[in-house]
């Protein structure tokens, strides 16, 4: 089990459209889920941390009005892109933790955004 | 800050053993991770070992830590092309957070 999926996996939109992914965890509850950006080959940059039914947490920098998280069941939370622009265009990576002793996250396969 | 940093490119030949490095500040680390990124794929978690631990071998992957250096290592024995991917060497403290390194492109060649 720990299986987590996003969709959609790829995505193309124009420049100031809104964008929504969304992540599940298909075969248990996650207490939280992360939000991460992968620039082409660079590491994984965690954007926020989100519990269920409170508001998440962002890391510095990170935009908390464009990049909108609802994490509004143990199984779901979706990452809306607002108003995009090109230099949004990344691979958005998901991960769900079962609870808060190991640390050990499920990560989703990804989604990448494109803005043209 | 935490910062967790490892080498850009390995290139090994077949059959030969891989071993990839990392290294870390944060002092408190309390779990160390390898995980495996395929290309447009999202992350696979390898192994892990606690920071009170020194070694770890899950088959054909060795983890070596050295928690003085802060040094940590992942050998891949045997290497085949299907082990071709980025790793990532991450940390994380009691906090949930999870810091990784630039992850390392391994090649195999013939």
Known sequence: ?116 | GEDVEQSLFLSVREGDSSVINCTYTDSSSTYLYWYKQEPGAGLQLLTYIFSNMDMKQDQRLTVLLNKKDKHLSLRIADTQTGDSAIYFCAESSSASKIIFGSGTRLSIRP
């Not at chain 1, 935009?63 to 990452?79: Q, Y």
């Open chain 1, 1 to 116: 089990g720990a299986v987590v999926s996003q969709h959609p996996s790829w995505v193309i939109c124009k420049s100031g459209t809104s964008v929504k992914i969304e992540c599940r965890s298909l075969d248990f509850q996650a207490t939280t889920m992360f939000w991460y950006r992968q620039f082409p080959k660079q590491s994984l940059m965690l954007m926020a941390t989100s519990n269920e039914g409170s508001k998440a947490t962002y890391e510095q920098g990170v935009e908390k009005d464009k990049f909108l998280i609802n994490h509004a069941s143990l199984t779901l939370s979706t990452l809306t892109v607002t108003s995009a622009h090109p230099e949004d265009s990344s691979f958005y990576i998901c991960s769900a933790s079962k609870t808060s002793g190991r640390n050990e996250q499920f990560f989703g396969p990804g989604t990448r955004l494109t803005v043209l």
